[in-house]
């Protein structure tokens, strides 16, 4: 049998039909007689934009209805960006391919300061991310950070608004949204490490579908592929959800993968690890780190978080 429609089940946020689109228009390069959908849907997260993330359920809330599609034959494929991939697929469903990775930097975006440093002494900047607030109080212990939810668009709106001195976003989110020219400057992976996965885009699909494998595999990116997997053991073995700040974040060079990854608990306490590795040995690497992270004491951090709530 030849397929000859492939259907992409895709969330309707901006950032989410770049992506779509994005594999729509690779698939469709590779295989010229393929013709590739999209399937729009609105999903249980997308409808409580207003609530923490961590009160609700995580990110899981984002996922869950494409997954739904796909387990009933509804789409075939889900375009996810991979930090928001949870480690854990439904029974049916894999991660089929992770292709090649945009900046991975998270940016500081402000329409008066260029840089963190900038910022006056107790200006306050937005962000929800867990991640960064710890990070960013560890470097500017003084700042004022509070929270910013919704789409790229709508945090955008709300620091022209003048709610914030400075906002913290990922540099691919804005780039794949022609809006590169909002980033006044990006940090680097020591002031502040990334999300696992983030940069990074992923394809999901049912499993025992040889067929689909092979149309998806030239979008395979190997390096990009590799990084991920190593960063993807931290959260993993630490068995943590999106309530957790934890950061993650390889590079390679000459065939070696390096990987630091940090953990947050209360009172902007932090601990961190790194090793490295020939690119092949990607998942072995990571159980270094994260059995590093371990030994540190972060699942005991991590459940002292759980206890504190958010
Ligand atoms: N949590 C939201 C989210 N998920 C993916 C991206 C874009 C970057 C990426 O694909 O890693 C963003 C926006 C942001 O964090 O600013």
Redesign the pocket.
């Given at each position: 049998m030849n397929r000859t429609t492939l259907r992409i089940a895709t969330r309707q946020s901006p950032?989410a039909l770049w992506q779509a689109e994005y594999i729509q228009q690779r698939l469709q390069q590779y295989h010229s007689n393929l013709t590739v959908e999209l399937v729009p849907m609105t999903t249980k997260g997308d409808k409580i934009l207003g609530t923490p993330l961590s009160k609700i359920g995580g990110k899981g809330l984002f996922v869950k209805e494409l997954e739904q599609a796909m387990l009933e034959d509804r789409a075939d494929i889900a375009v996810h960006?991979?930090?928001?991939v949870p480690y854990r697929f439904p029974e049916g469903l894999e991660l089929k391919v992770i292709c090649e990775r945009?900046d991975p930097s998270d940016a500081f975006v402000s329409n008066e300061y260029k840089t963190l440093d900038d910022l006056p002494h107790g200006a306050t900047v937005g962000t929800s991310?867990l991640r960064r607030k710890v990070q960013i109080k560890s470097l500017r212990p003084d700042l004022n950070i509070t929270d910013l939810r919704g789409n790229?668009g709508t945090r955008l709106s709300k620091l022209d608004m003048g709610h914030y001195d400075a906002i913290i976003?990922?540099s691919?989110?804005l780039i794949r949204l022609k809006l590169a020219d909002r980033i006044a400057s990006r940090f680097a992976p020591e002031q502040l490490l990334p999300a696992p996965?983030?940069?990074?885009?992923g394809i999901e699909a049912r499993s025992n579908d040889p067929e689909l494998d092979a149309l998806l595999a030239p979008l395979q990116d190997e390096e990009t592929t590799y990084r991920v997997r190593a960063e993807r053991v931290i959260t993993q073995t630490l068995q943590a959800s999106c309530s957790v700040p934890i950061a993650a974040f390889s590079t390679v060079s000459n065939g070696i993968l390096s990987l630091r990854a940090l953990v947050g608990g209360i009172d902007n306490q932090m601990i961190e690890a790194e090793a490295e590795g020939p690119l092949s040995e990607a998942q072995d690497i990571g159980t270094t780190v994260a059995e590093s992270l371990l030994s540190q004491g972060a699942k005991e951090m991590i459940a002292a978080l759980g206890e504190s709530g958010d």
């Open positions: 950032l960006s991979m930090k928001d945009e991310s790229v976003l990922a691919a989110g996965g983030q940069g990074a885009v």
